[in-house]
């Protein structure tokens, strides 16, 4: 992995890596590790599903979650893709920001029925009795919502990370992998090796 085979964009560079994952057939080539901060500095990280890739990384959640309680009081966040069959990695560092209510809707309209269900039944991350409250719950929504009522709860949406920093792994023989980064500095991104 030479700069001069990389894009001037760390996106158009993710862009064609995603792709490439896609065609070796990766399992699970959009699940990403989500590291988060509370705004004491507290770490927690979870992988979640990247859903769209825009000028950032976008994803959905329950807001009130620990991972949306987390970006909330504190936007800086870190993404991390692993493809193992393929031996690369690619780190993502920067800014989250809740996507327009609008695409929150759109996505939350195009997932089956089940997972809108529980969008609305699970009080994600928060302590409860055991799984019968969750059944219960799930059988009281289906009553009182159909496929044509439905309609995303204000609780649940998307986050687009921003990135200012990218880096590109690539394993090679005798752990000298090559490591290719790209910052974002005056609203330029800049392109540099650093060592493995």
Not at 14 to 25: D, I, P, R, S, Y
Not at 142 to 171: A, C, M, N, Y
């Amino acid at each position: 992995l030479d700069l001069e085979h990389t894009a001037l964009n760390p996106i158009e560079q993710f862009n064609v890596w995603f792709n490439e994952a896609l065609k070796a057939e990766v399992l699970e080539p959009n699940a990403m590790t989500l590291a988060t901060a509370s705004s004491n500095g507290s770490p927690s990280c979870r992988v979640v599903l990247l859903k769209g890739v825009d000028n950032g990384f976008v994803f959905f959640t329950n807001y009130l979650s620990r991972k949306g309680s987390h970006l909330l009081e504190n936007p800086n966040a870190c993404l991390n893709f692993f493809w193992p069959e393929l031996e690369r990695q690619v780190r993502i560092e920067g800014s989250v920001e809740k996507v327009s209510a609008l695409e929150s809707d759109d996505y939350y309209n195009s997932r089956p029925f089940g997972s809108q269900i529980g969008a609305w039944a699970s009080p994600q991350s928060q302590k409860i009795e055991g799984r019968e409250l969750l059944e219960q719950r799930v059988e009281e929504l289906q009553k009182e919502f159909s496929e044509d009522t439905i309609k995303r709860p204000e609780h649940w949406g998307g986050f687009r990370l921003r990135p200012d920093f990218v880096e590109f792994w690539q394993g090679r023989p005798s752990r000298l992998h090559d490591r290719i980064c790209y910052l974002l500095e005056n609203d330029r991104w800049n392109r540099f090796r650093v060592a493995p």
